[in-house]
């Protein structure tokens, strides 16, 4: 099978807020010779990213009640201390920056009556800071003024090349660790192209979908991060998946449609069928760190208790206008919060670990950068404060563009025997036969296992559980390189991530924000400040069990 091959300056996997913002201001600032090319799974538009509801956290000076040292002590102590200090302040130091940049690009962060910015409130922040955007649909407006501003303003435009529904499939690293481009697989004409660039970025966000209960859109398979393992980057903090407390729970349905914290931050309260309040005990009540919530309403739920939220602390007008979405999407599902409680549980959200990255998306293999979700630049430590993940995503790109700039862009074509054996595979290799393997089956498998073993309370025997049952499924699927469909690449990257996350929850062996271990010697949250996460420990937890 011929295959064609292509040159460009940057190549950027994804078009989430990190992949689109990276593309624009790259295209702005830096001298690119070949140009960039964007390549996305889906549609531009599709990403986590576009779902964003809560906000994103602005340290403004007009907010007279905060500060940077505000911000910083918040995510640190949301963090369980596990989150590197000079990376916090630094990104809390950027966020004025990085919202006067969006605002720029054509973000309209939602005013009050006298013109000034609204700021929201979220979990285990000390003071309202978090700006959104048309009420509760903050990633929609991100997204949409950077999609236009990648398509329509005409330097950007000509500078950047957009491959939409192709999928990043390997990436090709020659033999001094060097990543020299990638193979990208077309959805839809099937057809392999080999890309060659001096910088790769990967900006492909989270790892949602490794679990049956998500609030994450169908493309958040963990793909990045299964490549950067794959090729041998380092990981970090893996064991910590943040779980969402509050996503509509409709019975006999899987799917999880987020309610933003800030619905609790305007007002609303979790209670359970017998009409009680049950996180009153807790100093911060409904506004804990989400790790909390997300195990009391666990508790709740194990008992046999149905979990609600209450909007009736809210006025009902003032909630129409300022969650519209939600107000919408509850309707549309016969729950009228005039007079309803909405039925929540927890599900998968956030994966606070990712490829060990610096701030500016430097990850163990030489050119090859990770910047947002798909990155651990050791921001979150244990557990993500709410709306952190947007802001790092802006800061991180920003940060990548100032590295690439001081970068040689010229050709890049150098390859080794190594990068020509990884072409190979996916030249003269037949794909791989699953005819009699039944792989959407095997996805919905995988995520049971990881929900029900890996989840919101594990211990050493459901995670001995889930390695051996996704060992098992790796054996059925045998996955070797070519495979014939994006179902099938993407199980193949659910696998490692799934066997990462376990492992790195095998090692860890205290509970410590979103990882709790129900064999830990307490059994309860310990907030300490010394780092366990230290790296060499955590050199790729994928390759214990892979
Ligand atoms: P994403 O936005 O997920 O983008 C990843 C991109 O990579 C997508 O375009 C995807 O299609 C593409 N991709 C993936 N794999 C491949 C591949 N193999 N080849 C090619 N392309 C690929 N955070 C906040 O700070 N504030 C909030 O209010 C907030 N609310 C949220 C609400 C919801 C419902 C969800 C799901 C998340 C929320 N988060 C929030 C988290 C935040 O949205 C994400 O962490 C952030 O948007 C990640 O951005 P990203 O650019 O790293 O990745
Ligand atoms: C939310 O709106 O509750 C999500 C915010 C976040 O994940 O940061």
């Known amino acids: 099978m011929p295959m064609k091959h292509s040159n460009y300056s940057v190549i950027i996997v994804g078009s989430g807020i990190a992949g689109l913002y990276a593309a624009i201001k790259l295209a702005e600032t830096v001298e690119l010779p070949d140009g960039i090319l964007l390549l996305t799974k889906s549609q531009l538009s599709e990403s986590n990213s576009r779902y964003a509801q809560g906000g994103i956290v602005g340290v403004l000076p007009e907010n007279k009640l905060d500060s940077v040292s505000l911000h910083v002590a918040d995510t640190i102590k949301a963090g369980c201390g596990l989150s590197d200090f000079n990376v916090v302040k630094f990104i809390s130091e950027n966020s004025q920056h990085a919202i006067k940049d969006l605002m720029k690009y054509g973000v309209s962060f939602d005013k009050n009556d006298r013109n000034e910015l609204n700021f929201t409130l979220e979990g285990a922040h000390s003071v309202r800071r978090i700006l959104h955007v048309g009420g509760d649909a903050t990633g929609y407006g991100i997204e949409k003024a950077l999609v236009e501003k990648v398509k329509n303003d005409p330097h950007i435009s000509q500078n950047v090349t957009i491959y939409e529904q192709t999928l990043a499939i390997d990436l090709l690293k020659d033999s001094n660790n060097n990543c020299r481009g990638l193979i990208s697989f077309n959805n839809v004409t099937q057809e392999y192209e080999a890309i060659y660039a001096p910088v790769t970025v990967l900006a492909t966000g989270g790892t949602g979908q490794v679990y049956k209960y998500t609030t994450n859109p169908s493309v958040t398979t963990g793909d990045g991060l299964a490549l950067g393992i794959r090729a041998g980057a380092v990981t970090k903090d893996m064991e910590f998946i943040q779980f969402h407390p509050t996503a509509l729970s409709i019975e006999n349905s899987d799917s999880r449609f987020l309610i933003s914290e800030s619905v609790r931050g305007e007002g609303a309260r979790l209670l359970n069928q017998n009409g009680e309040y049950f996180m009153s005990e807790h100093a911060q009540k409904d ?3 989400r790790d909390v919530v997300a195990r009391c309403i666990y508790s709740q739920l194990s008992k046999g208790n149905k979990v609600y939220l209450d909007a009736s602390f809210i006025d009902s007008d003032k909630f129409k206008n300022r969650f519209p979405n939600i107000y919408k999407t509850c309707l549309e599902n016969g729950i009228d919060i005039a007079h309803d409680n909405i039925p929540v549980a927890p599900a998968a959200h956030y994966c606070m670990g990712g490829i060990r990255t610096e701030i500016n998306g430097k990850t163990s293999i030489n050119n090859l950068y990770a910047i947002g979700e798909v990155a651990c630049t050791s921001l ?124 790195a929850a095998l090692k860890r062996k205290e509970s410590i924000g979103a990882h709790f271990r129900a064999d830990s010697s307490t059994g309860t949250q310990i907030h300490q400040t010394k780092d366990l996460s230290k790296d060499e420990d955590k050199i790729d937890d994928a390759k214990v069990t892979a």
């Open 287 to 289: 506004l804990a760190p």
């Open 380 to 503: 979150h430590g244990a557990n993500r404060l709410a709306s952190n993940s947007l802001l790092e995503c802006v800061v991180s790109a920003y940060e990548l563009v100032n590295t690439v700039s001081k970068l040689d862009l010229k050709s890049s074509k150098i390859i080794d025997e190594t990068v020509i054996g990884i072409i190979k595979k996916y030249t003269e290799a037949d794909s791989d036969n699953f005819d009699d393997v039944d792989v959407i089956d095997l996805k919905s498998k995988l995520k049971n296992i990881m929900w029900n073993n890996v989840g919101i309370v594990r211990s050493e025997e459901s995670l001995l559980t889930a390695l051996s049952e996704i060992n098992n499924i790796s054996e059925i699927y045998n996955s070797k390189d070519k495979c014939n469909s994006i179902d099938e690449y993407e199980l193949r990257n659910m696998l490692l991530v799934a066997k990462c996350i376990t492992n």
